[in-house]
C-alpha cells in the first residue's frame, strides 16, 4: 500500500491517478472524506497533526509525502512507528539555497531535515515552478485576453506535476534511490510571455501579458491573501536573484526515459480550465 498525500492537489492528484491506473494498492490522504480522489482509498488525516495520521499509515510500505507542516519530525515518527519502508519528500530547488531567512526555502530545508533524520529510507524530489501554477490566471482568462502577471523578465524551467507524479511513482519503493536527491525541471525555460503566447496558441485566443512592476506585483499578491513573509520570499528569489529556477535538468528524462511534457501539452491537457466564457 502507498499512501499519497496532497491527494486532491496537482502532484498528487497526478500520482494517485498513475498509481490506480497501474493497479497498485493506493491510499489517498484527505482532510474532507466527501471528496476522495477516483480510483483511490480515502483516509482521513492532518498532516499538521501527526497522530491523526496513524489510520492513514496503517499497513502503508510507501508514503509520498508534502513538506512545509507543523511537525515534520512528528509526521516522519508517525511513518517510523507504522514500518513505512520509504518515504518520498516533494521538496522544492529553492532547499537548495539553504537560506533559512527565506520563509519558503526554510520550510523546504526543515522538511529535508526531518525527512534525513529518520531511520525511514527517503528519496527527496526538488522540483522547479509548477506549469500548474498558471491555474492563478484562470479568472483573468475569463474576464478578457490579458494576462497581469509578476516578474515578466523571470524564466523558469516549469515543470508539469504529471512529470513529478511519474518520477514518484518511478523511486517509491525502489532501493536504489534510497538516500538519493533528485533535482527535476521541465524541458525549456519559459518567461511569463513565453507561457501566455503558447496558452493563446493552444486555446486559438490572442492572449497577451501585461507585465507588473515590483510595486504592482507586491499590492497584486497581498491582496490575494499571500502571507507577506512568503511575498518577500518570491522577492528574494525572483528580484535579488537568489534563485536561479531557469536551469533545464536532466533527471526526468533519465528516470523516465522519455523528455519532460512541454507546456503546450500541459496546457492541452487541461485547456478545459480556462475555457470559461470570456466574452
Ligand atoms: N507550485 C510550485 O511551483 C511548487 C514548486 C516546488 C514545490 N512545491 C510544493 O509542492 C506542494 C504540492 O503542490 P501541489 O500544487 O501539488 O498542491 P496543491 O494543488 O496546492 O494542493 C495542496 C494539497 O495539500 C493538501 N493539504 C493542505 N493542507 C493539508 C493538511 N494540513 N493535511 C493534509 N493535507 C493537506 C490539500 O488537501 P485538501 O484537499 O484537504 O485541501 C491538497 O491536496 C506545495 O505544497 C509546495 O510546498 C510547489
Known amino acids: 500500500m502507498i499512501l499519497v498525500t496532497g491527494a ?21 490522504l484527505v482532510r474532507n472524506a466527501a ?13 499538521d497533526r501527526p497522530d491523526s495520521l496513524r489510520p492513514a499509515l496503517k499497513g502503508a510500505r510507501g508514503v509520498f ?4 507542516y507543523a511537525d515534520m519530525p512528528g509526521v516522519l515518527g508517525e511513518c517510523a512507528r507504522a514500518g513505512v519502508e520509504h518515504v518520498v519528500l516533494l521538496s522544492s530547488i529553492a ?3 539553504g537560506d533559512m531567512d527565506n520563509a519558503i526555502s526554510r520550510f523546504m530545508i526543515l522538511s529535508e531535515e526531518a525527512v ?3 531511520p525511514v529510507p527517503w528519496t527527496i524530489l526538488r522540483p522547479s515552478g509548477f506549469m500548474s501554477n498558471t491555474f492563478q490566471w484562470t479568472a483573468q ?3 478578457g485576453d490579458v494576462v497581469r502577471a509578476p516578474f515578466p523578465t523571470v524564466p523558469v524551467a516549469m ?14 519503493l525502489d532501493p536504489a534511490h534510497h ?6 525541471s521541465g524541458p525549456e525555460p519559459l518567461l511569463p510571455a513565453d507561457r501566455v503566447r503558447l496558452l493563446g496558441e493552444v486555446l486559438g485566443r490572442p492572449l497577451r501579458l501585461d507585465g507588473l512592476t515590483d510595486e504592482e506585483a507586491r499590492e497584486e499578491m497581498a491582496a490575494d491573501g499571500t502571507p507577506p513573509a512568503y511575498v518577500d520570499a518570491f522577492f528574494r528569489y525572483y528580484a535579488d536573484g537568489t534563485l536561479d529556477d531557469s536551469r533545464v535538468r536532466p533527471t526526468v528524462a533519465e528516470l523516465l526515459g522519455r523528455p519532460p511534457r512541454t507546456f503546450t501539452q500541459w496546457a492541452t491537457a487541461h485547456a478545459d480550465a480556462f475555457q470559461e466564457d470570456h466574452r
Open 8 to 28: 486532491t492537489g496537482h502532484v498528487g492528484g497526478e500520482l494517485t491517478a498513475r498509481l490506480a491506473a497501474s493497479g497498485r494498492p493506493v491510499r489517498a
Open 35 to 47: 471528496a476522495p480522489p477516483a480510483g483511490a482509498e480515502a483516509a482521513v488525516g492532518d498532516l
Open 65 to 68: 509525502l508534502l513538506p512545509g
Open 95 to 97: 532547499a537548495a539555497d
Open 116 to 118: 534525513r533524520a529518520s
Open 141 to 143: 482568462l475569463a474576464a
Open 159 to 172: 515543470i508539469d506535476p504529471y512529470d513529478i507524479a511519474a518520477v514518484a511513482a518511478r523511486v517509491l
Open 179 to 184: 538516500g538519493r536527491v533528485h533535482a527535476l
